[in-house]
């Protein structure tokens, strides 16, 4: 039995369990044929009582014998069938690797957690952030987003890359895209470089480079085209635009930051080519002001 191991550092937790080596067709026919010996197993048929006449009526009346019931023999029988059962759920486990068996799971705490992957894929997790590796093999890539924010840069090859989350999964073979799940915000894909496909409720919906996806209702997603770099603002605490409006650039340093930002609306269409790069919400409200020349603040 694989053994299960846990790594503990200040800022995030890693648990590893288990290979992610994909089993040989050898081993495959191997358990499928002691499946199908399993299925034939019958416990041995034998008349008890009747033989145990037939012993008493050959002693004689005055030798008292205690008859007890074949405990070890019964208990051989059961723990074969135990293995054998113990073999079928390990492979049906096997044939059905996005059940909850992850072989990993990757929890970002404080910080931000970068990983690279055995297939080569790197992983960058923003804070609180829980992942699963379901598989990641020659023959599957799955991966289940659980709660947070990850950028993939995704090695290309013929096996799809897969990112299972509540509101749908994320099909790639080779790309770049960032991936928000989070409760208490709007769930959203950015991609970068490449191509991927969103399926949800039956639907797919495919993306190119600079296509934003987010999610306006329940079941209901829309996709626009972005010039800012609102979907990496926090891997690097920079927040670019070109030649963006006012009012839309308002919008996004409000979903950044948090706050209201209070500035005169009659500039609102108004284009900068602006970067805010590691401010905070006041500073970034000063330097808008300073470059609208007008009063900007925060509420």
Do not use: C
Request: charged share 25%; aromatic share 10%; proline share 2%.
């Amino acid at each position: 039995m694989d053994s299960k191991r846990t790594f503990r550092v200040p800022d995030f937790i890693v648990h590893e369990n288990g290979q992610d080596a994909a089993m040989s067709d050898r081993e495959i026919q191997d358990i499928e044929r002691l499946l199908d010996a399993a299925s034939s197993f019958k416990y041995p048929q034998t008349n008890v009582d009747q033989q145990w006449l037939k012993f008493t009526s050959n002693i004689g009346v005055t030798m008292q014998v205690s008859k007890r019931p074949r405990k070890f023999g019964m208990f051989r029988w059961v723990a074969a069938a135990v293995v054998i059962l113990t073999i079928g759920l390990g492979f049906w486990h096997y044939k059905n690797p996005n059940q909850n068996n992850a072989i990993m799971v990757l929890q970002s705490k404080a910080n931000l957690l970068k990983k690279k992957l055995t297939d080569g894929t790197e992983v960058l997790l923003n804070k609180g952030t829980v992942l699963e590796i379901k598989s990641l093999s020659n023959q599957s890539r799955v991966l289940e987003l659980k709660t947070g924010e990850v950028f993939f840069s995704v090695v290309h090859n013929d096996v799809p890359f897969k990112v299972i989350t509540d509101k749908g999964i994320v099909t790639v073979t080779g790309t770049e895209f960032d991936v928000k799940n989070n409760p208490n915000e709007v769930f959203s894909i950015y991609l970068k470089k490449g191509s991927i496909q969103f399926e949800t409720n039956n639907k797919i919906v495919s993306l190119n480079p600079g296509d934003y996806l987010q999610e306006t209702g329940i079941g209901e997603f829309t996709v626009t085209r972005i010039s800012d770099s609102r979907a990496g603002v926090w891997m690097d605490g920079n927040l670019s635009f070109d030649n963006t409006l006012l009012s839309e650039m308002v919008k996004v340093l409000e979903e950044t930051y948090k706050v209201k930002f209070k500035y005169d609306e009659s500039l609102s269409n108004e284009k900068l080519t602006i970067t805010f790069a590691g401010l905070n919400a006041e500073q970034a409200a000063e330097l808008l002001g300073k470059t609208l020349n007008s009063s900007v603040s925060i509420q």
